[in-house]
């Protein structure tokens, strides 16, 4: 039986998450797991100067005398060009890493070109070999699961790992942040640290072999973390992140040019999330990102609720994503028809490390002493 409809009473998650569970007063999962993330991750305002002043200080003592002193992800979107912007602005010296999955608008390569110049930041591109990912993707769309971007996600880990490996740096400064990114079922986006779960999924459905796509695997994480001591820091969680003030910040100092939704920099992503999720998964990741902000206390909840029934993104759009997308993946109109109409699955369904990965976040955390 279908379980009723029900929304959160704080937030504005809903059952179109299977796993949500509500408190007796009616608040949701998510909400406490924000409230925890936040006790955990958000330093006071008190303490946020001499806290970032002292992560700022070990990462130059630690990166004197080397070319850089940190690495930073930049796609062009929000998250990444404020934390080039701030990493500027406290004086450090990072190296900004991209990773070009074929699938960059026009408008990101220009708000990243941009943006590193007039901060004077040095750019690394890496161009991923198109026929092993474009199997990878497709592999992911044919498993049937909602995390048809993990294959980026998980790249992009591996990447700044690699280069922070390569110039002998310990810190990785990254956006995600607790402000704007702590709320997400897990079955909306599972995966991208579990490169067992990946190659389950690309053995399964594709038919290149991996040879170049930059991965990582437990042990290799666990070496990254342990033996090379290399941090990664989410350093907006060292300041009042403020998801409007920054977008405004960077389009007066930077001339960053918004593209219309949260990832939207990616064709693919603005695809899959405006496209395939809604009509396949009855997905709108607009839920659990305007959620996330009305918890930080960005949004009211009555806005979140009026911004939600606007349209994901406009008809002709859509229809302009498709048509591009389908073409570029090499599939015929029949096919992906025939990926849209196929059951919907989890990565539950599938060889993974779930388990593992989750023994491992507890451990980190009982050694961190949280």
Not at 321 to 350: H, N, Q
Request: glycine share 6%.
């Amino acid at each position: 039986m279908t379980s009723p409809y029900r929304i959160c009473c704080r937030c504005i998650m809903d059952t179109t998450d299977p796993d949500i569970v509500f408190d007796a007063t009616g608040a949701c999962n998510h909400c406490a797991r924000y409230d925890t993330l936040a006790q955990q991750r958000l330093i006071p305002p008190a303490e946020r100067p001499a806290r970032l002043q002292a992560l700022v200080e070990t990462i130059k003592r630690e990166g004197h005398g080397k070319d850089y002193d940190c690495v930073i992800g930049v796609s062009g979107g929000v998250d990444s060009t404020y934390v080039a912007y701030l990493t500027h602005e406290l004086g450090l010296r990072p190296l900004a890493i991209h990773f070009d999955n074929g699938w960059n608008s026009e408008l990101a390569v220009a708000n990243i070109e941009k943006a590193l110049k007039k901060l004077n930041i040095d750019l690394f591109t890496y161009v991923v070999n198109w026929p092993e990912f474009r199997d990878l993707q497709l592999s992911f769309l044919k498993a049937s699961t909602p995390d048809g971007e993990v294959p980026t996600d998980h790249a992009i880990v591996a990447l700044l790992y690699r280069m922070a490996v390569k110039y002998g740096l310990k810190h990785v400064l990254l956006g995600v942040n607790v402000n704007s990114e702590a709320v997400m079922p897990r079955k909306w986006g599972y995966g991208y640290s579990d490169f067992r779960y990946i190659s389950a999924v690309h053995r399964q459905f594709g038919k290149v072999p991996l040879k170049t796509y930059p991965h990582y695997s437990l042990p290799q994480l666990f070496g990254y973390m342990f033996l090379r001591k290399i941090q990664l820091v989410p350093i907006l969680d060292y300041i009042d992140y403020q998801k409007e003030s920054a977008m405004q910040t960077i389009q007066d100092q930077l001339g960053w040019v918004y593209y219309g939704g949260k990832h939207y920099e990616s064709i693919y992503t603005r695809f899959y999330q405006s496209y395939i999720l809604p009509r396949k998964f009855n997905i709108d990741k607009r839920r659990a990102h305007y959620a996330n902000l009305v918890l930080s206390g960005q949004m009211t909840r009555e806005g979140a609720l009026s911004a939600l029934e606007a349209p994901v993104y406009h008809e002709q759009g859509l229809a302009d994503d498709r048509s591009y997308a389908i073409k570029k993946l090499g599939l015929s109109e029949g096919e992906f028809e025939a990926i849209m109409a196929a059951p919907t699955k989890t990565f539950l369904d599938y060889p993974n490390s779930f388990e593992r990965i989750e023994t491992a976040k507890k451990a980190v955390r009982f050694l961190r002493g949280r």
